[in-house]
């Protein structure tokens, strides 16, 4: 593909999510963060496939840090989500 196609691409994507974020009510908000968490282990798999794949050192290193950076933001937007989930439990009472 030549780099207009893939520009083209990425701008309609940007478009469609933004549009898509801000109509989100509000009582949809934490269960869109859940699937969007989740979502970001398709950017592990890339940065698996692009190190595998990376014959320079500097490209294996890239993508090791990829990997790393995913796994934080997983991790920390569920443990954000699961706060954000708590607000709304019964308390119990003793």
């Given at each position: 593909?030549?780099?207009?196609?893939?520009?083209s691409i990425f701008v309609l994507a940007c478009f469609v999510g933004y549009y898509v974020v801000?109509?989100?009510?509000?009582?949809?908000?934490?269960?869109?963060?859940?699937?969007?968490?989740?979502?970001?282990s398709v950017i592990i798999v890339g940065a698996l496939i692009a190190a595998a794949e990376a014959t320079s050192p500097l490209a294996k290193w890239l993508g090791l840090a990829g990997v790393v950076?995913?796994?934080?933001?997983?991790?920390?937007?569920?443990?954000?989500?699961?706060r954000m989930l708590a607000m709304y439990k019964k308390k119990e009472k003793n």
């Open positions: 593909m030549d780099f207009i196609s893939i520009l801000w109509s989100v009510t509000p009582a949809l908000h934490t269960p869109l963060m859940a699937v969007t968490n989740a979502i970001s950076m995913a796994s934080i933001n997983i991790f920390g937007g569920f443990a954000v989500t699961e």
